[in-house]
């Protein structure tokens, strides 16, 4: 079954960077991998997502410019390196997967697979 590990969160300070990892197995189909967080009290809400070649990256408009996906898939892994971080981007962080012929999607409800989420915590 597929299995997605995230790794790399922690407490930093404002203007600081991050780089979050996905651990991906059991993808046996091509897939578009995607960042979400989730702060207390809110939704859900996308980050970034990145086609199974690497050569398609989507961002929200709230992260673009500081955040960087990428993936390696010789090693089954997905990153995304924050730079410039935020107090208000302090949330919990998730992997999640789909099957790249569905398309991109923006939204959590059109992932059925997901990791079980990194604390990323921004101090001011």
């Known amino acids: 079954q597929v299995q997605l590990v995230e790794s790399g969160g922690g407490l930093v300070q404002a203007g600081d960077s991050l780089e979050l990892s996905c651990a991906a197995s059991?993808?046996?189909?091509?897939?578009?991998m995607a960042w979400f967080r989730q702060a207390p009290g809110k939704e859900r809400e996308f980050v970034a997502g990145?086609?199974?070649?690497?050569?398609?990256?989507h961002y929200a408009s709230s992260v673009k410019a500081r955040f960087t996906i990428s993936r390696d898939n010789a090693k089954n892994t997905v990153y995304l390196q924050m730079n410039t971080l935020k107090p208000e981007d302090t949330a919990n962080y998730y992997c999640?997967?789909?099957?790249?012929?569905?398309?991109?999607?923006?939204?959590?409800?059109?992932?059925?697979?997901w990791g079980q989420g990194t604390q990323v915590t921004v101090s001011s």
């Open positions: 999640a997967a789909r099957p790249l012929r569905l398309g991109v999607a923006v939204q959590a409800h059109e992932y059925p697979y």
């Open positions: 059991g993808l046996t189909f091509s897939s578009y």
């Open positions: 990145i086609t199974q070649s690497g050569g398609s990256t």
